[in-house]
T-cell receptor
Framework: KQEVTQIPAALSVPEGENLVLNCSFT??????LQWFRQDPGKGLTSLLL?????REQTSGRLNASLDKSSGRSTLYIAASQPGDSATYLC?????????FGSGTRLLVRP | EAGVVQSPRYKIIEKKQPVAFWCNPI?????LYWYLQNLGQGPELLIR????????DSQLPKDRFSAERLKGVDSTLKIQPAELGDSAVYLC?????????????FGEGSRLTVL
């Protein structure tokens, strides 16, 4: 059974800092991995989608990497801003299921 | 382009009452999903449609939950009767591709409170 874990559960950083969010999964047989952002009381906004054949994807200040063999993905946020404050969720697609982690709650302090 | 539209955004009902949520996916998206999200947790799949066919409803509590997507476009999720433990956010998502390779796009969600 696929399990997805995100560490840390919460993170507080000063504005301008580069940071890394971690996602690990137990079954390496995945189709793809997707990172989402969720603002309080809102739905999920797709940030990056990495197919199983890819190693990384970039969008603006965001870079997501995927290492299937070790069951890990990281989301790198460069030069963080207060507007980046939100919960970040990773979701792994395997065995016809999309399994979510519990998310990392990020606070970027001005 | 309009995103995934859900209604109502908020619903408060007493236990044992029925409730229904509506979802209109992004135009042209064949695959539609209903997810349940409890506070502080990631979403969990309830049901997945490819066009009008429910291809994965293994996690839908069929004694009280039902869903339909009659014309392969918009969808309705119903709970009857609601229980206290059903209080959660119900998220709808759609994808332009069938199967599990496409990117998912989510709506704002419908927050249910059962008193």
């Amino acid at each position: 059974k696929q399990e997805v874990t995100q560490i840390p559960a919460a993170l507080s950083v000063p504005e301008g800092e580069n940071l890394v969010l971690n996602c690990s999964f137990t079954d390496s047989a995945i189709y793809n991995l997707q990172w989402f952002r969720q603002d309080p009381g809102k739905g999920l906004t797709s940030l990056l989608l990495i197919q199983s054949s890819q190693r990384e994807q970039t969008s603006g200040r965001l870079n997501a990497s995927l290492d299937k063999s070790s069951g890990r993905s990281t989301l790198y946020i460069a030069a963080s801003q207060p507007g980046d404050s939100a919960t970040y969720l990773c979701a792994v697609r395997s065995s016809y299921k999309l399994i979510f982690g519990s998310g990392t709650r990020l606070l970027v302090r001005p | 382009e309009a995103g995934v539209v859900q209604s109502p955004r908020y619903k408060i009902i007493e236990k044992k009452q029925p409730v229904a949520f509506w979802c209109n996916p992004i135009s042209g998206h064949n695959t539609l999903y209903w997810y349940l999200q409890n506070l502080g947790q990631g979403p969990e799949l309830l049901i997945r449609y490819e066009n009008e066919e429910a291809v994965d409803d293994s996690q839908l509590p069929k004694d009280r939950f039902s869903a339909e997507r009659l014309k392969g476009v918009d969808s309705t999720l119903k709970i009857q009767p609601a229980e206290l433990g059903d209080s959660a956010v119900y998220l709808c998502a759609s994808s332009p591709e069938t199967g599990w390779h496409g990117e998912l796009f989510f709506g704002e969600g419908s927050r249910l409170t059962v008193l």
